[in-house]
Each structure stands twice: as C-alpha cells, then as structure tokens.
C-alpha cells in the first residue's frame, strides 16, 4: 500500500517540476527581454556612428541618450571618452565629475570615474590636478597605470626625485626593473646640480646613478665629461677608460673627448693602443677618427682608413680616404666631387631614435620627440 502512495507521489511529481522549470525559463526570457527594451536606442545608434567614424555625431547622440538616463554611468563614460577623443577636455572633466559626484556610484564605478578624470587632466596638460587625480588611485585596481603616468608626469616636469621613488615602488611591486630609468634621473640631476654650481651634489648624484645600475653608460660618460670639464684629464681618462672596457659602442661617444684628455695629460701612446684594441673588438668610425689624431703616421692612418672601408663601408669612411691621400691640394673637380659626397653623407650621419624614427645630428639619452630612454642607437645611421 505505501509503494503504491510513493509511486503515485512521484507521477504527480514530474509534471509540476517540469511546469516550474517551464515557467522559470519564461520569466527569464521576458526579464532579457524587458532589459533589451528599457536599454536606450540612442545607445546603440551612438555605438553605430563610432564604428562609422562620425564621432560629432556619435557626441550627440549620447549627450541625448545621458538626457533621458541620467543614472546610466556607461553612457556618460562613453561620452567622456569621446570628449576627450575630440580634445574637448574641459567637457570630458565635467562629465567624469559628474559621475563622481553621485553618491549611489558603485565603489568600481567611482575609482573607474577616477582614473577617468586624471586623463582628461593629463591631455589637457593641467599637471598638477592630474598628479592629485592619480594619487586618489593609490589602492585601487587602477594602481599600478596611475603610478606609470606618473612616472611619465615627473619625466615631463622634470621632477626627478619624484620619479625616482615612484620607479622603485613600481620595481617593489613587480613590475620590472627600472634600473637604467632611475640611474638616467640621477644624471639629469647631476646636470641641474651643475648648472647651480652645487658639484658635490652633482657628484653624489653620478654615485646614485652608478649604484642604481652598474652597467649603464650614461654615469661614465658624464663622470668623465665632468671631470675634464673641470680640467682633471686624469679622472676623465679613468672614467672613459672603465666605460670603453664596459660598452665600446658607447665609448664611441667622447673618443674625441677621450683623445683631448690623452693630449692633455701626455698620454698618446697608452690611449693609441687603448683605442686600437678597441678598434679591433668593435670597429666605428668614431675610433679610426680618435686613432688619427693620436697616429702621427699618415701612411698608417691612410691603412687603417682603407681597412676600416673594406669592413664597413660608407660614404664618411670614403671620404676620409680621399682626404687622406698623399696630395694634399686637389683639383676644382676633385673638390666638386669631395663637395658632392660631403652632401650626400650628410643625412647618413644623423642619429635615429628606434622607437619613433626622430633624426637629430646629435646623440641624446632621452629622445626629444617620444621621450623614450636609450632609443638612439651609439653608432649613425650610416653605421648600422
């Protein structure tokens, strides 16, 4: 008799259990598709124009569809977005603090609005209001890219110090190794200490920068242009000395410098086979030129000319082997010729930045177009 009720139970069972998932699925599908409807249509229409390119009319659009929805925080970055796309900052501020002002914003909503609103003042070149903006970010999801703009804001003001401490916290927090960076503030700080006529703290500033990364170039070189700047040649000479042995590409730099504080100290010979070793591990122009003005043999410079334009040839190189031919006076169609190739060599002795292709006929540390460190190659474009 119980068997019987059970069985029974569980026939009656089954049918209303499926009745309820039936029901269950229909509610979710009016609920999907009372969403799709209560979504504005100006929201989809403004998406449409963005993907067409039309971003005015995209603008206007989503200021429409912000109108009718005030709460709707995705419209109003969309907008801000945009705004600020246009390079209408002062539009893109006021819709990002807007959104903050809300109190019932979600705790994501508010610090996404914030890193929103430190942008806008990044573009708009307001520096301070944007250092205040990212540092509202310290522990939110947004740390770490507030904490990499501002490294980008110091590097532009030229807040060294700042941008010191804020690349060890980001080396802290395992982002990478800001070594070479934070040795390049030091320099720069070693030149500001300089032009104030402060050589002790600019001294001590080249220790950082040696200490921050022991294989960088930079502390070197400048150690060295310092030091023969103040007319210790000594010094210099130990400074460049120790960088040709850590990057000849680098040394290649103040080879000239090098020669001069060689001259000046009476050093010819011993800078003559410092550089001539030099020569052989890693030929440039630069160190045949240096070698030249320390070989008082014409005819072994001349030897050393051909060698060098037999391993890398380049119009400098083969000028450099005309001029340097027993004749010293050549004919008016030997100078028109000298003449033609000194200007064809011309934009092959520039400098290029990797990264964004900027020519300077000068080598710089930190590229003046991209800002980028270490992106000008050592060697000329005619060299690489």
């Known amino acids: 008799m119980e068997s019987d009720s059970l069985a029974l139970w569980l026939l009656l069972a089954v049918p209303v259990a499926f009745a309820f998932g039936w029901l269950g699925s229909r509610l979710d599908l009016r609920q999907g598709r009372r969403d799709l409807r209560d979504t504005p249509r100006a929201y989809f229409k403004g998406l449409n124009l963005l993907l067409n390119e039309q971003h005015d ?14 709460d709707t925080s995705d419209l109003h970055f969309a907008l801000g977005n ?31 609005a914030q890193h929103a609103l430190a942008e806008d003042f990044m573009k708009a070149g307001l520096f301070d209001r944007a250092e205040e903006a990212y540092r509202a970010l310290s522990g939110t999801p947004f740390e ?23 690349a060890r916290r980001l080396e802290q927090s395992a982002f990478g190794s800001f070594a070479s960076r934070i040795a390049h503030y030091w320099c720069e700080l ?21 200490r921050a990364a022991p294989q960088a170039a930079r502390p070197l070189a400048q150690a060295g242009e310092r030091a023969a700047a103040r007319g210790d040649h ?6 460049w000395t120790e960088l040709l042995a850590l990057d ?18 009476g050093e010819r010979a011993a800078a003559q086979q410092q550089l001539a070793e030099a020569s052989r591990r890693a030929p440039s122009l630069a160190l045949v030129d240096a ?51 000194h200007r064809a060599a011309a934009p092959m002795r520039r400098f290029r930045c990797a990264a964004c292709g900027f020519e300077a006929n000068q080598h710089f540390w930190q590229c003046p177009a991209c800002l980028g460190w270490d992106t000008f190659p050592t060697r000329r474009l005619e060299e690489t």
């Open 234 to 239: 000594r010094a210099a000479l130990a400074a």
């Open 144 to 166: 770490t890219e507030a904490r990499l703009a501002l490294l980008a804001l110091y590097e532009r003001s030229r807040q060294w110090h700042e941008a010191v401490e804020t």
């Open 82 to 112: 945009l705004f600020r796309r246009r390079g209408e900052y002062e539009r893109a501020v006021r819709v990002h603090q807007h959104l903050l002002a809300r109190a019932d914003l979600p705790r994501a909503e508010r610090e996404r």
């Open 291 to 341: 070698l030249g003005r320390l070989d008082t043999d014409p005819t072994a410079t001349r030897l050393r000319l051909l060698e060098h334009l037999r391993r890398q040839p380049g119009l400098s190189v083969a000028i450099a082997v005309l001029q340097s031919r027993r004749d010293p006076s050549p004919d008016a169609d030997e100078r028109a010729a000298l003449e033609a190739l």
């Open 57 to 70: 009319k995209a603008i206007d659009v989503f200021i429409e569809a912000v109108q009718q929805d005030p």
């Open 190 to 210: 070693a030149l500001e200490a300089d032009a104030r006529a402060q050589p002790s703290e600019a001294e001590a500033a080249l220790e950082q920068a040696r």
């Open 248 to 265: 000849p590409g680098a040394f290649s730099l103040v080879a000239n410098a090098f020669v001069d504080s060689a001259l000046a100290t």
